[in-house]
T-cell receptor, first 116, second 110 residues
Framework: EADIYQTPRYLVIGTGKKITLECSQT?????MYWYQQDPGMELHLIHY???????EKGDLSSESTVSRIRTEHFPLTLESARPSHTSQYLC???????????????FGPGTRLTVT | DAKTTQPNSMESNEEEPVHLPCNHS???????IHWYRQLPSQGPEYVIH???SNVNNRMASLAIAEDRKSSTLILHRATLRDAAVYYC???????????FGKGTRLHILP
């Protein structure tokens, strides 16, 4: 059972508001990720981090920003929300397990964001 | 990156086995074959992975062709809770990131 949490699960907010989506994991994983997924569509990587003070942009350009001040915490911020930001945002973490020879990713339940 | 090809959707009856195919003709020697699934309104979850040999775990089995150009995820006895989108993904053993495709949407009929 993965211990990765996201809050809020659902958020409806007006245009122009600043929002922060929270993601926390208690597994001590160094690597963390944010994905964006529109309904019925593929997941796209928008941000990732390989440890404290490390952040990189993913394959899909996003107006959001992230920070990694603590290992367990990887929040995503939108300075000024717009209707085009309406989507599901999924957080994940991973660790190299050694014996199985490959990384596994553990996902949170997601935050469904609606910007009106 | 090597790509995978999966059917858009499949249907199966409850309590019957399900075979989900995946083609990956450009797979390289260091690529692992991973399967994840995404249940409705949830984040993806790891199902199984393999390199060359067939693999079994409590969730499923993975059958890998001898030339590694295709693989099949096998759910031995589907339940309604197995209805999900199943993603077949290739990853180098040094690569921590996942590139998701469209996957196969599996419908289970009661």
């Amino acid at each position: 059972e993965a211990d990765i949490y996201q809050t809020p699960r659902y958020l409806v907010i007006g245009t122009g508001k600043k929002i922060t989506l929270e993601c926390s994991q208690t597994m001590g994983h160094d690597k963390m990720y944010w994905y964006q997924q529109d309904p019925g569509m593929e997941l796209h990587l928008i941000h990732y981090s390989y440890g404290v003070n490390s952040t990189e942009k993913g394959d899909l350009s996003s107006e959001s920003t992230v920070s990694r001040i603590r290992t367990e915490h990887f929040p995503l911020t939108l300075e000024s929300a717009r209707p085009s930001h309406t989507s599901q945002y999924l957080c994940a973490s991973s660790v190299y397990p050694g014996a199985s020879g490959t990384y596994e990713q553990y996902f949170g339940p997601g935050t469904r964001l609606t910007v009106t | 990156d090597a790509k995978t090809t999966q059917p858009n959707s499949m249907e199966s009856n409850e309590e019957e086995p399900v075979h989900l195919p995946c083609n990956h003709s450009t797979i390289s020697g260091t690529d692992y074959i991973h399967w994840y699934r995404q249940l409705p309104s949830q984040g993806p979850e790891y199902v199984i992975h393999g390199l060359t040999s067939n693999v079994n775990n409590r969730m499923a089995s993975l059958a890998i062709a001898e030339d590694r150009k295709s693989s099949t995820l096998i759910l031995h006895r589907a339940t309604l809770r197995d209805a999900a989108v199943y993603y077949c993904i290739l990853r180098d053993d040094r690569d921590d990131k996942i590139i998701f495709g469209k996957g196969t949407r599996l419908h289970i009929l009661p």
